[in-house]
């Protein structure tokens, strides 16, 4: 029906920078708002950054001013340019999607998830 798919991941040094990505697919009628989590090692999943459908975003404080958030609506895509890495950083990131699909529904989707691992 949806898929949505991250991709960006990867192994970057202390202070370095990455970009990920992540494209909605599918029945889509419309993308209310986007989002990005992430999840450490025994951690609770946290909210990295979202956007509304309008562009307004918001940010975890530990992230502000360090990590952006965008959207391209026309290529169903929502993006997270990450600079300033710190070691803290490393995490499982996801990808999630409020989405009304072409039969009707409203759900909350979810990528598989990308690893982000930052070296000290």
């Known amino acids: 029906q949806v898929q949505l798919v991250e991709s960006g991941g990867g192994l970057v040094q202390a202070g370095g920078s990455l970009n990920l990505s992540c494209a909605a697919s599918?029945?889509?009628?419309?993308?209310?708002?986007m989002a990005w989590y992430r999840q450490a090692p025994g951690k609770q999943r946290e909210l990295v950054a979202g956007?509304?459908?309008?562009?307004?975003?918001n940010y975890a404080g530990s992230v502000k001013g360090r990590f952006a958030i965008s959207r391209d609506n026309a290529k169903n895509t929502v993006y997270l340019q990450m600079n300033s890495l710190k070691p803290e950083d490393t995490a499982v990131y996801y990808c999630?999607?409020?989405?009304?699909?072409?039969?009707?529904?409203?759900?909350?989707?979810w990528g598989q998830g990308t690893q982000v691992t930052v070296s000290s």
């Open positions: 956007i509304a459908s309008g562009g307004s975003a």
């Open positions: 599918g029945t889509i009628f419309s993308i209310k708002d």
């Open positions: 999630n999607a409020d989405i009304v699909t072409t039969r009707g529904y409203q759900y909350r989707y």
